[in-house]
């Protein structure tokens, strides 16, 4: 399918795909990961597994610690991995699925692969003031979650302990300082570059637009009929500094204050237990003592 054929019904529907993710994006976060995952679903891969998607299914922790744990002891991922997170999936992008996007790349031979890049000063600078402080901030905060893990929400737990589990083994991105973070950087895409056949690559940039991407993809450019002619769609330009921020307080908000209510239930039950052991134990005593 030509990108050349400009037309709104080219876009492929979901019975088109064969099983299997068809798509694996190479992508660091902050390298504009979730425009792109706003730009594969306006091209009709309708799912797409991005670090939002982890956040909104916890249940996936338990894959997530396998791979990890692999990677680490040099042994192969078992594809029931990959199968149990991206069964209904066609497509993948952001952590924690980019750092495992060689192994992918394997488990998946038929996928094309999106080597997603952007200048690497531009890069940290997004980096360090977003999601280095986040993972910070969670580091510091492991013994807490290992302590109130009964009554932690299932969410905040599986994404503080997988998120730990992959920056302080090196898997993945950690709070490094901006030579280490830089270094972790360009070994990332050159390993990818390396490691995964050119035929099926494309390297870009989101500043790129939708051309490359399509012609990769062997899709159309999307875009609507006006009265002026064709026009193409705008590329999804998405999830800015001030966007992450906004993002990350309204999910820690929720997850925090759920955390606090378990915590009052849990008292409250502890207090009545104490309470009932208090009363048994004094009529015990009242007893002996008549």
Known sequence: MSSSNKT???????????????????????????????????LGYPNVYHMSTFVENPEDHKYWGQAIKAKISGHPIPHSVWDGLFGKYQAVVDAPSCYFAIELAEAYPNAKVVILNRDSEKWYDSFA???????????????????????LPTQLSAIMRIGNLLSK???GLGSYDKKECLRFFHKYYANCRARIG???CIEL???DGWSPLCEHLGVCVPGCSTVDGWVPAPFPQANDTESFHTWVAGIQHSMWKQAWTNLMLYGLVLLGITVLFLKTTWFTGLHWCS
């Open 129 to 151: 003031n977003t999601v280095q402080k986040m993972i910070k901030r969670r580091e510091s905060l492991e013994t807490l979650e290992w302590t109130l893990r009964p009554c």
């Open 169 to 171: 083994s090196g898997v």
């Open 8 to 42: 709104q019904d080219s876009v492929p529907c979901l019975n088109e795909y064969p099983a299997g993710l068809q798509v694996i994006v190479c992508s660091l976060p902050r390298t504009g990961t979730t425009s792109i995952k706003l730009a594969l679903e306006r």
């Open 205 to 207: 940039k989101v500043q």
């Open 198 to 200: 050119r035929e099926r």
